[in-house]
T-cell receptor, first 113, second 111 residues
Framework: NAGVTQTPKFQVLKTGQSMTLQCAQD?????MSWYRQDPGMGLRLIHY???????DQGEVPNGYNVSRSTTEDFPLRLLSAAPSQTSVYFC????????????FGQGTRLTVV | DAKTTQPTSMDCAEGRAANLPCNHS???????VYWYRQIHSQGPQYIIH???NNETNEMASLIITEDRKSSTLILPHATLRDTAVYYC????????????FGKGNQVVVIP
């Protein structure tokens, strides 16, 4: 049971480039979300999804797109990378209805130069 | 979701119980108290959650005061591997897993 898998673990982008951060979970969880964490800060919610075909914005959605075509996958797209998007990105999943805890991936460290 | 207040940091002795406080004086009746921790550079790890009753699992115990305005996470026998940032989060248990992380409590377990 792999849990929540994020790829890649590390990435360096040039300003203006685009890329997709991958997130997959094998627990059949309905709820998935993306957070970013900047140095010395707590996590901030970017986008989330309560099920396949449904997405919504979190606290800091600008510059990011998401889609949820399957229950398992929730990719995060950076349309035109900016240095301000240098951060560690975490994907999480959980059951939508039981109010239980969320499970997090190990993160993607992104540097935009 | 209600706000929480935690110490910025605290030290605990290895092998002793670690008591981590959290204030949530504006908590609503349908809001749960959740605890997560983040060991350096890793993804946050869910520890425990509760509504009004005390809860215990293999990792920790959660003690919630009767008025629910504060809670304490207890790590029964702290080890060096428990050194982490601990987050106390209050949110409605309606299936919405949006989590509002503050800066947390940096807990250092000292040998």
């Amino acid at each position: 049971n792999a849990g929540v898998t994020q790829t890649p673990k590390f990435q360096v982008l040039k300003t203006g480039q685009s890329m997709t951060l991958q997130c997959a979970q094998d627990m059949n969880h309905e709820y998935m979300s993306w957070y970013r964490q900047d140095p010395g800060m707590g996590l901030r919610l970017i986008h989330y999804s309560v099920g396949a075909g449904i997405t919504d914005q979190g606290e800091v959605p600008n510059g990011y797109n998401v889609s949820r075509s399957t229950t398992e996958d929730f990719p995060l797209r950076l349309l035109s990378a900016a240095p301000s998007q240098t951060s560690v990105y975490f994907c999480a999943s959980g059951q939508a209805e039981d109010g239980g805890g969320a499970f997090f991936g190990q993160g993607t460290r992104l540097t935009v130069v | 979701d209600a706000k929480t207040t935690q110490p910025t940091s605290m030290d605990c002795a290895e092998g002793r119980a670690a008591n981590l406080p959290c204030n949530h004086s504006t908590i609503s009746g349908n809001e749960y108290v959740y605890w997560y921790r983040q060991i350096h550079s890793q993804g946050p790890q869910y520890i425990i959650h509760g509504l009004k009753n005390n809860e215990t699992n293999e990792m920790a115990s959660l003690i919630i005061t009767e008025d629910r305005k504060s809670s304490t996470l207890i790590l029964p026998h702290a080890t060096l591997r428990d050194t982490a940032v601990y987050y106390c989060i209050v949110r409605v248990g309606d299936g919405n897993n949006r989590l509002a992380f503050g800066k947390g409590n940096q807990v250092v377990v000292i040998p």
